[in-house]
Every structure is written in C-alpha cells, then in structure tokens.
C-alpha cells in the first residue's frame, strides 16, 4: 500500500487556503487515491483538531471563528474522501517510537514527531509534511513540503 501520513502541518495546511503551504499541501493531497490513498490516525487527527479551533491559529490564516462542531464536521469531511484511509496504531510500533524518541537531552517537540515517525515506519508507508527535523531520522521515508531553499 503506498500511502502517506500526513502529519498535522499538512493538514492544517490543506485547511487554510491562506496557509503559505496550502497549495503544495493541495497539489499532494489531490494526488492521491483509492491506491496510494492519505493516511490518518488517532495522533493526526487530534494534532489537526485541536491548532484548527485555536484563536490564535484562526488569526494567522485569517479564518472565522471555527467551533469544535465546525472542525469535528470538516475532519468528518475529510476523513470520508475516496483517497484518505484511516490506520489503526501499529502493534510494533512502540520499539520505534522509543529508538526516535529517547534522547540524552529534553526535547519536548520530539514526543510526537517520533510517533507518527515510528507510525510510518511500523506500516511501511511515507511520512509527508513541512517540518524539517524529520530529515535526521535516515530510516524513515519523509516527503517535505517546504520550499527548497534556493542555491545562489
């Protein structure tokens, strides 16, 4: 199966229109289907709903006011599109997610990147986003969304 997670910045990009990376997150979600479908999980989508119905978050992108019924009612939107399958957590998953996580230093940030990093890897399936941080973890297959810096 040739799927790819996102994570929560694609999603939140794919939700806002004035989001800088809403095209590129548009362009890759429009890709997809019923073969090489996008993939949610629990982690994704909590990490979706919860920026979407934060003021602050509404601001930046210029949106309206969005409740918790108007985002559970989006995600319900979404997550029933013929290109988007919802996983279940993988039982093998927690080796992975200890060797990604536990570091020598407190990193607070890496708790949930190393989930749903661990999460791609346990299925065997891409990880695509904008954070770049996924880069130092060689094992896992990440597709970034952010632009390419230009070389002079």
């Known amino acids: 199966m040739p799927a790819?997670?996102?994570?929560?910045?694609?999603?939140i990009a794919l939700a806002f229109s004035s989001h800088p990376g809403h095209n590129r997150a548009l362009a890759t979600f429009n890709k997809a289907h019923s073969r090489a479908p996008v993939a949610i999980c629990r982690a994704t989508q909590?990490?979706?709903?919860?920026?979407?119905?934060?003021?602050?978050?509404?601001?930046?992108?210029?949106?309206?006011?969005?409740?918790?019924?108007?985002?559970?009612?989006?995600?319900?939107?979404?997550?029933?599109?013929?290109?988007?399958?919802w996983l279940p957590e993988?039982?093998?998953?927690?080796?992975?997610?200890?060797?990604?996580?536990?570091l020598k230093c407190a990193a607070p940030k890496r708790w949930m990147d190393a989930y749903l990093a661990a999460f791609a890897l346990s299925y065997g399936i891409t990880l695509t986003?904008?954070?770049?941080?996924?880069?130092?973890?060689?094992?896992l297959r990440y597709r970034n969304l952010s632009p390419q810096p230009k070389t002079p």
């Open 129 to 139: 986003g904008f954070d770049r941080d996924f880069a130092s973890l060689p094992e």
């Open 46 to 85: 909590l990490s979706f709903l919860q920026p979407v119905t934060t003021p602050a978050i509404q601001k930046a992108y210029r949106s309206e006011q969005i409740t918790n019924q108007l985002a559970w009612n989006k995600w319900q939107e979404l997550a029933s599109l013929p290109q988007v399958i």
């Open 90 to 102: 993988p039982e093998s998953i927690e080796p992975h997610w200890k060797n990604f996580a536990v």
């Open 4 to 11: 790819t997670l996102f994570d929560s910045s694609a999603w």
